[in-house]
């Protein structure tokens, strides 16, 4: 019953929303919905049948079209980085004149092409700051709501949580890459925000996505989230543009953080964690975490005889010729190669793995212009805005290394991000304003 509250609600409140302060609540919309995914949840029976996504698609549509002349302001050529996501797009699209799995291939496209829209549509109505802690929040809120879910259910299968993910990441890793860079997002926001209650409020987001994120034991999302999170506290300890008290604070957060930790860990968590230690090599007897970085040297030689790929889930079908016979997979040898980097080589080959870095690098690079920007006029709070949202996506890049993520809607969520910093605070230097520290 709460969960179809908060869906009902969800809509009632960001349709209200749009009106009374920016369409981009609609975008804020969708992405509640992809997180609610009714279709997988057993309450998904007490609401209508409806593809609900698609419809705020159209809405999305709809109100931009209506708003033309924010497309020609706002035009998403002139970010580097969603540039280079259409690149990635087109070459996926040309895919499809030779790969070798033709009607997978042809959902997938449908899929990313679908998923480069809404980013740009995204895109075109986020022009202020505010507007981009909007779109965050809208993240924030459906990873808490998923993250709530998780709590609900509890471990199903074994010492792991199946079956409560999204359309595009329905297993648990899946579901742990989408949750991951919410931390450190979590983090930003509770210590920036002075009000007390709002404190509290990012506070429990945080703790039930940790708390998530632990119940789902994905090695990949633990490593993702350690590195996100030690790179935005170490730079927050020893960057010299600091707010008042800082490191003391980050101190603080750090014995809080040690100190909450111990209550939500459990043995479950650990044993897995510590598998990270001892799968260091591959054991030809029996699959193993290990065993993928074999996956991995199969794709690489699969990229010299298919050098532009071979399309959606071409590893899949051609692993058994690349896979050494004496290495267990598992039962079959058509398997998934376990990474993004070599997902995206190995279905669209040289240019989009090229295509693909460069987008990242785009979204380096912007934001890094953003950052030294702000530090430049004083403006502490947003600098740090930014480099939570650069953790975040280093939080997923070292997520999707062990994952096959090359079309996650959470991963060029991100991309959006970056590109809303570059359009707020480069692209619309009016909107950049000098803030005093506390």
């Known amino acids: 019953m709460i969960s179809v ?23 804020v919309l969708y992405q509640g919905v992809y997180f609610f995914n009714p279709a997988t949840k057993w309450w ?17 549509i709809l109100i ?22 259409y690149i990635v797009v087109l070459l996926y699209v040309g895919a499809s004149v030779y790969a070798v799995l033709p009607v997978p291939h042809s959902i997938a496209v449908e899929a990313f092409v679908t998923l480069a829209v809404i980013v740009s549509l995204g895109y075109i109505l986020c022009d202020t700051e505010k507007k981009l802690d909007y779109l965050i929040y809208g993240y924030l809120y459906g990873a808490f709501y998923l ?14 949580v199946e079956g409560v993910g999204m359309v595009d990441a329905p297993d648990s890793n899946g579901v742990s890459a989408a949750l991951a860079p919410a931390v450190v ?70 014995i809080l953080g040690l100190a909450g930790s111990t209550v939500i860990i459990d043995d479950g968590f ?33 990229s010299k005889d298919y050098p532009f790929g071979a399309g959606r889930a071409g590893f899949n079908y051609y692993a058994p ?26 279905e669209i080959g040289y240019p989009g793995i090229i295509a693909f870095m460069m987008m990242l690098w785009g979204a380096y690079k912007t934001t890094q212009a953003a950052k030294k920007k702000l530090k430049g006029v004083g403006n502490v709070d947003a600098y740090f805005k ?40 480069i692209l619309k230097p009016q909107e950049t304003k000098n803030v005093n520290p506390d």
């Open 147 to 160: 993250s709530f879910y998780v709590f609900q259910f509890g471990r199903n299968s074994g010492s792991r």
């Open 386 to 425: 930014i480099l939570a949202i650069q953790c975040a996506l280093i939080t997923f890049i070292v997520t999707m290394t062990f994952l096959n993520r090359l079309r996650a809607e959470v991963l060029y969520w991100i991309i959006l991000y970056t590109a809303c910093v570059y359009n707020v605070y």
């Open 5 to 27: 509250l908060m869906f009902y609600g969800t809509f009632i409140a960001c349709i209200a929303l749009a009106f009374r302060k920016s369409a981009v609540f609609i975008f």
């Open 270 to 302: 650990i044993k897995r964690m510590q598998t990270l230690m001892v799968e260091t090599e591959v054991d030809e007897e029996k699959e193993s975490g290990a065993t993928r970085t074999a996956y991995w040297v199969a794709a690489i030689e699969m």
């Open 185 to 254: 997002l979590c983090l930003y926001y509770f210590w920036v925000n002075s009000n007390v209650k709002i404190k509290a409020l990012f506070a429990i987001i945080g703790v039930f996505v940790a708390n998530a994120l632990i119940l789902i034991n994905s090695r990949g999302a633990f490593l993702g989230v350690s590195v996100g999170l030690s790179v935005f506290i170490w730079s927050m300890y020893f960057s010299s543009f600091q707010r008042k008290n800082q490191k003391l604070t980050v101190i603080a957060i750090v």
């Open 321 to 346: 010729v690349y896979i050494p016979e004496n290495i267990n997979t598992g039962g079959s040898k058509h398997r998934s190669v376990h990474s993004t980097w070599f997902e995206t080589l190995s």
């Open 44 to 60: 998904g029976k007490s609401i209508p049948d409806l593809s609900y996504s698609f419809y705020i698609v159209l809405l999305l």
């Open 64 to 85: 931009v079209m209506m708003n033309f002349s924010k497309i020609i302001e706002n035009n998403p050529l002139k970010v580097p980085q969603l540039r280079w996501l």
